[in-house]
Every structure is written in C-alpha cells, then in structure tokens.
C-alpha cells in the first residue's frame, strides 16, 4: 500500500511539472467506469420498494418461496471527483475518484423489531479509471478499464435482531463481515453518459486482500461459541466475479433523448460462507430453545439482478438523471449481516438518483 501511495504522488506530480492544465483538471467528474444500473454494489442512490421471502427471526434456513415480506432498500452512494483529463486528441482518457457507498434494509411493517434491521458500507482508496476511444462507426465504441487498488467493506445488524437472537439462544448471534479487497472491471462500450442507441457489455472481479478472521468474516469476540461443534473453517475462496450487460436506446417507442429506455443484467458468482445455519428443534419451546445445527460448506452462488426501466433527464444538457425501474433479483443476498441467505429474491420498483 505505502508503494502504491508513492507511486500515486509522483504520477500526479509529474502532470505538475508537465501540464499547465493540471490544476484545471482536478475535481473534474470522471464520465467513465461508472457503476451500471444492475451493479450490486453501486455508488447509485436507490430507493427500494418490494417483497422478498419472509425468514423465521430473520434467520436463514426456510423453506418459504413465497414473496410474503414486503421491504425497504435504501442504497447511498457518491463517486467523489478527484481527477479527470483526456490526451493524444481525446482518444485516452484518465480519472481518479472515490467511491462510496452503503446499503440499508428496513422492515417497516415488522411489530418485532425497530425498523433497520441490517447496514452495510464500502470505502477505500481513489478508484483509476482508464478510457480509450474508437471511431463512433465501430460495433466497439470504446474500451474503458477501472482498478480500485484497496476497498473496506464492514456490516452490522440491528441491535433487536442481536437481542432477541440473545434471548432465544441462537449459537451465533453475530458474524463479523468485514474485509479489504481489489476491484477490477473492463467495459466494452461505456456510456460515458452518452444518450445514444448501445450495447454495454462488463467484466469483474473482487479479490479478497485481506486473512482476518476466517477470511470473509469472522466472529466478533464476546459472540464466540464452540468452533469445534460448529465447524467454522477459514475461507478458501479469494475471488468473486461478475458479468454485466446494458442496452439502452434513445429511439423508438416510449424512448427519447430525455427518457432512455433501459434494460440491465448482472450476473455475479458470490461466495456462500462457511459458517453454519440453525433451524429450531422439535423440542424447541420458549422456554427451552433448541437448535439444529446445519453445516454450510464454502462455494460459490450464482446471482441474477435485473432492472427494467427508464433515465429521465431534465433537459438536454443535464446529465443529472432520475431513473425509475422494475427490478428482480434471485440469488445470494449481497448486503449485509445477511449476505449469507441463499435462494434470496426480491421483486419491486426501484428510484435511482445520479447527479
């Protein structure tokens, strides 16, 4: 990291020495790499409104199928401008920014508990962006490339979950989720905020940096039970990936160059933890709780995120946007204390916000 760090001040320092425009370039907005609509983990603002599968105490093993809980998804995020400028007669482009992001889960129609029930929130180091352009007659328009060299990724449940966890006697009341990672992606065609008819295609990865703990996770000490009865082993898998595609279109029905339409596509292979599920027991009475314990081995989930929908734009010069979408999901829950539920979905309308 502290190579990184020098290697990022003489870089910046010698567009100092060499370009007058240097200083006319900072906290410029970088228009490329931008997160897609379908992206997980986003730096968009969302607000969220839908149904997902009801789980017992908000417990993970069930066998309802049903979408019987109706939820609140708020996902906060800003790419700060750090850095931003374009050479050799704009073919190349450069930028530095820095994401943020967090995602709340509120159940507002629970008596049990408060309303928030989960958080989570991603910080790190400036993200580089990269851009090369091609002619504007291609199928490929451009190439764009970014790399977050070091993200912080941590999470923590609602304080009644934890109490009542604590009063029915569940083995773990908390999993520490919290870990450093590197981020990679290259986009064919980045909309660079472009309003035009296109087809984006991406492809990622996260590569966990960091062995705390168990890898992914750990146990929070004051919440520790027995690791041997619970056969808890340290995570194996370092790598999640990800494969994004985007189409929007500016003509034809119900689209104009104020209301893009916009259909996005995530796929993503997330990795299930190790760390075992609990299922009352046929004894288990209030004032005996007894629990099953189930074994999860560590592997991958394939997740499916799909966005159905239209950016409003304000006028023609604004690329402040407003976007209202139909959204699905099925898959791994990616937030949170809870991003261990498989066979997750959620179905609902989704508003985003993009200055």
Request: glycine letters at 6%.
């Amino acid at each position: 990291m502290n190579r990184f760090l020098i290697f990022s001040f003489l870089f910046l320092f010698s567009f100092v020495g060499k370009s007058e425009s240097f200083f006319e370039d900072l906290f410029t907005s970088v228009d490329y790499g931008k997160p897609l609509v379908s992206e997980m983990h986003s730096t968009f603002s969302k607000l969220e409104i839908g149904y997902e599968r009801s789980y017992d105490e908000y417990n993970m093993d069930d066998s309802s199928d049903a979408f019987d809980r109706p939820m609140v998804i708020v996902d906060i995020g800003l790419d700060l401008p750090i850095y931003s400028t374009e050479f050799a007669d704009k073919k190349f482009g450069f930028g530095l920014s820095l994401p943020v992001s967090m995602h709340i889960l509120e159940d507002m129609f629970e008596t049990q508990t408060a309303p928030l029930l989960d958080t989570d929130y991603r910080f790190g180091s400036p993200k580089l962006s990269f851009r090369y352009k091609m002619s504007e007659s291609n199928f490929i328009k451009n190439l764009s490339l970014i790399w977050i060299p070091m993200s912080h990724e941590c999470t923590h449940l609602g304080d009644e979950i934890i109490i009542h966890r604590t009063q029915v006697n569940l083995p773990i009341l908390r999993v520490n989720i919290s870990y450093e990672f590197t981020e990679f992606a290259l986009t064919l065609n980045d909309p660079e905020d472009s309003r035009e008819n296109l087809n984006t295609f991406r492809l990622g990865t996260r590569i966990r940096l960091t062995d705390d703990g168990y890898g992914w996770f750990s146990i929070k000490e004051g919440f520790e039970t027995d690791e041997t009865e619970l056969n808890i082993k340290d995570s194996t898998h370092r790598f999640e990936y990800y494969f994004d595609y985007q189409f929007q279109r500016s003509s034809g029905f119900l689209a104009s160059k104020r209301a893009i339409n916009v259909i996005s596509l995530e796929a993503r292979a997330n990795v299930r933890l190790g760390y075992p599920i609990f299922k009352k027991d046929d004894l288990y009475t209030d004032e005996n709780p007894v629990w099953d314990i189930k074994s999860i081995d560590e592997k991958y989930i394939y997740s499916f995120n799909l966005y159905l929908g239209w950016f409003f734009y304000a006028d023609l010069l604004s690329t402040e946007r407003v976007g209202i979408f139909l959204r699905a999901y099925k898959g791994l829950n990616p937030f949170g204390q809870m991003r261990n539920y498989a066979n997750y979905r959620f179905v609902g309308l989704s508003i985003t916000y993009n200055p």
